[in-house]
């Protein structure tokens, strides 16, 4: 009985919940079910019984990602009798969750019977839920003015589960009891709710005059969501499958908000169940990939990382001045930093993607007063690409921990094993992988416009160009491979070029810093059986000696990678080839109802007839819910250019039309139109 | 400044003296607002920022966020040995307002190689 069983997950705001079918909660080393804000476990245990009886499931309803509704019956389901009372159990998330409970009488006698609600909290961190860790301090409970309070405190930190209901209860510290008379026919019920502190503005409960968030009302999120989705431009093609990947990727956005709290406005959190919270590089690269569509996440993305930026040199965050963030949580580990992730900057990438997304940003919506407020944030962000990215002086941005508690590879294929030559042997740190190169080419490009358009700093312009260029000349030379045709992964702490072939190479033709010869080469390889699958392309070539289709980083497919290299083959003007991987990655899609994964084994399409999950990706995952959003900027061509929008639309054979209607940016609002059909004038650019 | 021969409340004094010396901050070139630091055993002062102009005081009243601690953690936080996020979420720092401003103002004011 090892196996996870089935889960049902709600979250709303920082606030989520996973319990089994039957709406309980019962974590377990296997199960990681519990209410969960703030990295933190407020409720392990949340088990509705009826005269001391379990029930039983007949159907549950996920009304929308916020809420969901289970209609139970007693029994334990070996055996179907006819049940004599319904059950039905909704609930809400938000700042805790709000329960409601309705219990009905199917007979037509009166009767009494005893339902009761069994709470406890383990206050995990999440950092502990995912390792199997102890806890150090205490946990308690009491009751106290008709509310039940599960606590736990450890020196100074103090963190508190409050548990209410609508209805008499007779609380106890391990649950709450209700007795209740059910007429003939009769119904009865009550809410509950479930409030946690907002961390943030945290302090000891008894301090603070014990203020909680309130569960917010039932319909605020469902108004909401439909204020969302109804500014979002509206999608129609005659590819059916396209529509629910499209309204699927807007919901899974809508879900994966985050409020960073340090300014207003929501920004994408990086994936549920585990990364609920601010990661630099994925709130950027997600940003990025919606900016058509919901610009606002752009904007509170950028306010927030600016102001997380690193101020100081510390070796336990892997922080210096400049530096954009990579992970910011609030649990009881990093309270006590015995994690550094207050926040923790060991991202070597974050700092280039924060200055493209700035440029890219200001290019779709024309917020030029954004520019000028992140004006101090940007130059820093330039000064630590040359002062401290480049840690050797040669010319190459590069990245090291500082102490063992940092991550060992700081870009995106952050597994300690991802950097690998093509023998599969490891290479030495400090690593310069690729792809941060053709970053920090682009930032400097896209920021010199800035400088010259926005701050009337021509010198600084002139000065960022002169550099982007001789980094290219560089770049092109110093990590070519000839004898592979290929560019190298990274260049290791020896000074050799890590030689294996991989899908980071796509990623420069994205930043534009490869040369057209050798771009042609890369899309040879990014096309070819070793890196295309036929479902898209993967992190690494199939053949290479740390190959792996079911490795994290050595052979999977990523779909936001895809997204990034098939925005890359457009810009270099291989528009049938993006449209390619275009349409594996959508092609997947369909097997995931429509919500693509983190992450797909790398198994060639022609051995399995259908993409095989990652076993252990989070879903929904932000990069991989905005990769449908970035595809089809790429398959229709659209490109800011001056006040205007250009659509030039390059679609694969099997659509044969696509409209977007209402495109929001500078020009208020545009459509975009593209028409398949031997599309004329492709080829290389 | 020979520190170690101060006493905990003198440095804090120095603290502050040195702040109100500083008069604009770059860093807190888009931030305004007040920031109430209520050191147990030291007293209290504001740090009152508009855009990036800062003004030390001793009798601000209102502030958007205040701050509060010992003296131990205060000295720790201002050397740039504590951090102050964590040192709010584990609460030895007790936070109350606008916790973004307290905090943008603290990574602006206190020591470090930036």
Not at chain 1, 493 to 513: C, E, M, P, R
Request: aromatic letters at 10%.
């Amino acid at each position: 009985m090892a196996m996870a069983k089935k889960t049902v997950s709600i979250l709303e705001g920082n606030t989520f919940v996973v319990s089994d079918l039957a709406g309980n909660i019962d974590a377990t080393p296997v199960e990681t079910h519990g209410l969960f804000a703030w990295d933190t476990r407020f409720l392990s245990r949340w088990i509705l019984t009826i005269d001391g009886q379990p029930l039983q499931t007949l159907s549950r309803d996920d009304l929308d990602y916020f809420s969901a509704q289970f209609f139970l019956v007693p029994g334990t389901g070996t055996v179907y009798v006819d049940a004599d009372l319904s059950v039905m159990r909704k609930r809400s998330a938000g700042n805790g969750f709000r329960e409601k409970l309705l219990v009905r009488n199917e007979k037509s006698e009166a009767r009494d019977i005893e339902l009761r609600l069994e709470a406890a909290a383990d206050f995990a961190d999440l950092f502990e839920v995912k390792d199997a860790l102890s806890k150090k301090g205490e946990t308690y409970q009491r009751v106290e003015d008709g509310r039940l309070v599960l606590g736990y405190r450890r020196e100074t930190f103090v963190r508190e589960t409050w548990i209410t209901s609508s209805g008499p209860s007779a609380l106890d510290p391990k649950g709450m009891t209700f007795r209740v008379h059910l007429e003939p026919h009769g119904e009865w019920q009550a809410t509950i709710d479930v409030r946690v502190p907002d961390v943030l503005k945290a302090t000891p409960p008894e301090l603070n005059g014990g203020e909680h968030g309130a569960p917010a009302s039932d319909a605020a999120p469902a108004k909401d969501l439909d204020v969302w989705l109804g500014s979002a431009p509206k999608l129609t093609c005659d590819w059916a499958p396209m529509a629910r990947i499209y309204q699927r990727s807007l919901v899974d956005l809508a879900a994966l908000r985050f409020f960073p709290g340090i300014v207003a406005g929501a920004l994408p959190a990086a994936g549920l169940p585990w990364f609920m919270s601010i990661f630099g590089r994925d709130s950027l690269v997600t940003s990025y990939q919606a900016l058509p569509f919901v610009p606002e996440l752009a904007t509170t993305t950028l306010r927030a990382l600016a102001a997380w930026q690193g101020t100081r040199r510390d070796d336990f965050r892997d922080e210096e001045p400049g530096k954009i963030l990579h992970e910011l949580r609030f649990g009881e580990m990093t309270a006590f930093e015995e994690r550094p992730h207050s926040p923790y900057f060991g991202s070597a990438d974050s700092t280039p993607l924060f200055l493209i997304l700035l440029d890219e940003t200001e290019r779709w919506t024309g917020d030029r007063a954004l520019v000028a407020e992140l004006e101090g944030e940007a130059r820093a962000a330039l000064h630590w690409i040359d002062a401290y990215g480049d840690r050797n002086g040669d010319g190459y941005v590069e990245y090291e921990r500082h102490m063992k508690t940092g991550l060992e590879n700081q870009c995106w294929k952050d597994s300690w094993n991802s950097i690998l030559f093509a023998d599969g042997s490891m290479s030495k740190l400090p690593r310069a992988t690729c792809e941060i190169q053709g970053y920090v080419y682009d930032a400097k490009v896209r920021v010199a416009r800035l400088a010259r358009t926005f701050w009337n700093d021509t010198a600084l312009a002139e000065r960022l160009e002169r550099e982007a260029a001789d980094l290219k000349a560089r770049f092109n030379r110093d990590f070519w491979l000839p004898d592979r045709q290929a560019f190298a992964l990274a260049i290791d702490g020896d000074g050799g070029k890590v030689d294996a072939i991989t899908s980071n190479i796509g990623h420069l033709l994205w930043s534009g810093i490869a040369d057209p010869g050798h771009a042609a080469a890369c899309v040879r390889h990014l096309m070819g059986d070793g890196l295309f699958s036929g479902w898209g392309i993967r992190t690494m070539a199939e053949g290479e000696g740390g190959y792996n289709p079911i490795g994290y980083h050595l052979g999977t497919v990523w779909p936001h990678d895809n997204s990034l290299i098939a925005a890359g083959l457009a810009r270099y003007g291989y528009r049938d080839e993006a449209a390619r991987v275009a349409m594996a990655i959508l092609e997947a899609a369909t097997y995931f109802n429509g919500r693509l994964p983190e992450a797909f084994a790398g198994y060639r399409r022609d051995l399995t007839s259908f993409p095989v999950e990652y076993p252990t990706a989070c879903s929904p995952q932000a990069w991989a819910s905005g990769t449908p959003l970035l595809l089809l900027r790429t398959l229709l061509g659209l490109e800011p250019v001056g006040e205007h929008l250009l659509v030039d639309s390059a679609l694969p054979e099997q659509i044969g039309w696509l409209q977007l209607l209402d495109i929001p940016g500078r020009w208020r609002r545009t459509d975009a139109f593209g028409r398949g059909l031997g599309a004329t004038g492709r080829g290389q650019g | 400044m020979n520190t170690m021969a101060m006493s905990t409340v003198e440095r804090i004094d120095a603290f502050f003296e040195q702040q109100a010396k500083r008069g604009h901050v770059r860093l807190l070139d888009h931030v305004s607002g007040t920031v109430e630091f209520d050191v147990e055993g030291a007293g209290r002062r504001w740090i009152t920022i508009n855009r990036g102009d800062l003004i030390v005081s001793e009798d601000s009243g209102r502030a958007d966020c205040v701050l509060t601690c010992n003296t131990d953690t205060f000295i720790r936080i201002i050397s740039g040995e504590q951090n102050l996020v964590a040192a709010a979420i584990r609460g030895s720092v007790r936070v109350a307002g606008d916790l973004a401003l307290g905090l943008r103002i603290q990574r602006a004011v206190s020591d470090g190689d930036g």
